[in-house]
């Protein structure tokens, strides 16, 4: 048990929330990883959302409300640290929620969508198609969601999947803690924050922006701005840090 | 099976190796969190070995073959990625290797020795007795192997440890890919550099260095100045990294 004082206690937390999920098959072992170096530039960005992540926050916000069809892609961290957070977003922005997962067995497509739905996320079903221009099985999706959706959200995304549904013509927001990640270079929009601060970001800017706001934050600066004012937070924070 | 062409090969293997050891109890599942954490820090000097930390591996040489009893201190990850490194640098330092665990138990302790012992390292066995300043099962070690030790090399080190180790008056040589962590602060000397690159750094330093050499490097910089130079090498990194 954590004492909830300790000066580490949330990363600690999630760490401990993400390995009880890889003994459940729900997070894979890449997944713990991957969530190290999160944590890495997590601390070097401050463990804090920047001003311009907040930004990011609600450009993103405004995308999702404008979207013909917004869908939020979820895989095993996402759902592992941030289920409620999902249903929260869900009900903000009206997205659908499709389970999509870099390391695909249905068994763990059926787990994490069970963790989703227990937070109370609607979670989009049907049968996967192979219709992403990547190999088999990291093709697959759902023609009903990922398939027709114009804007994407995609938390901790793979740099590949991110790509191929760019060059598919879909509006892209990752988020993604590391701004010199092939994913946050190819994204339309990354929110460089970390995702369980990203996500109730959103959600507030979903409830607070009105169409007029959201038109201006559209026009707002492009991805290499945000990409850019992250690369000087760390550096500003690197500056700093042994003084 | 990953291609020896692809861009991230060395990384990727690193992972999957680490994965594969946790999947038999080798590396625990928070040793693969800590894993990506260096992941990040060594995507940010650049995956290679700094002139300032060359100038660490070359000290840590000197005070390794100046020490009366040398003392390397291993744990899972640390065998899982450089099993054959440590055996040369034990052949040319002539350390004592002990197996050491944060998360102890005599199983693991049993499978590391064993990976160790494939790899030609000679492994130093015996009763673990809580001789450490710290609480239980974390205070156990070695009476002839790092109670006993004046120089003690910690790959991969917690920071409290470590800085137990300090507070008994032992020189302590770190690898640490963090130079914020708190083990790299609290470390006699650390080297800041990824680990299957920094121990055969040091095995070559210790057959290159002659005694004279090794005396004038043992007055070299201290240990704030390698972290300080590591943080430069980030931040340089950093600001032309989205260029």
């Known amino acids: 048990m954590i004492p909830a004082d300790h000066p580490r206690y949330r990363s600690l937390v ?22 190290g170096r999160g944590e890495a530039f997590d601390y070097l960005i401050g463990e804090r959302t920047t001003e311009s992540a907040l930004l990011a926050e609600h450009i993103a916000a405004a995308m999702l409300l404008s979207a013909r069809l917004p869908v939020i892609s979820v ?19 009206r ?3 499709e389970v999509n997962l870099f390391h695909r067995t249905e068994e763990r497509v059926e787990k994490i969508t069970r963790i989703l739905e227990s937070a109370g996320v609607e979670v989009l079903k049907g049968r996967a198609e192979p219709l992403l221009p ?25 740099g590949d999947r991110c790509a191929a ?20 270079r190819t994204a339309t929009l990354t929110v460089v924050d970390e995702l369980t601060r990203a996500l109730p970001g959103i959600t507030r800017a979903c409830r607070e922006i009105d169409p007029e706001e959201g038109e201006r934050l559209m026009k707002s600066p492009d991805n290499s ?14 500056e700093h840090a042994l003084d």
């Open 75 to 93: 895989n095993g961290n996402t759902a592992a640290l941030a289920a409620a957070a999902l249903a929260g977003l869900q009900g903000a922005s």
């Open 14 to 35: 999630a760490r401990e929330r993400l390995a009880a999920c890889a003994r459940e098959g729900v997070v894979t072992l890449e997944g713990l990883t991957a969530h």
């Open 95 to 97: 997205a659908r929620v």
């Open 134 to 158: 990547l190999s088999h099985p990291r093709a697959l999706c759902l023609r009903e969601g990922i398939f027709s959706a114009d804007t994407i959200l995609v938390p901790l995304e793979d």
């Open 165 to 184: 549904l760019v060059a598919m013509g879909k509006r892209v927001i990752a988020i993604d803690l590391n701004p010199l990640s092939r994913t946050a």
């Open 225 to 238: 701005y945000f990409l850019r004012a992250a690369m000087d937070e760390i550096r500003g924070h690197l």
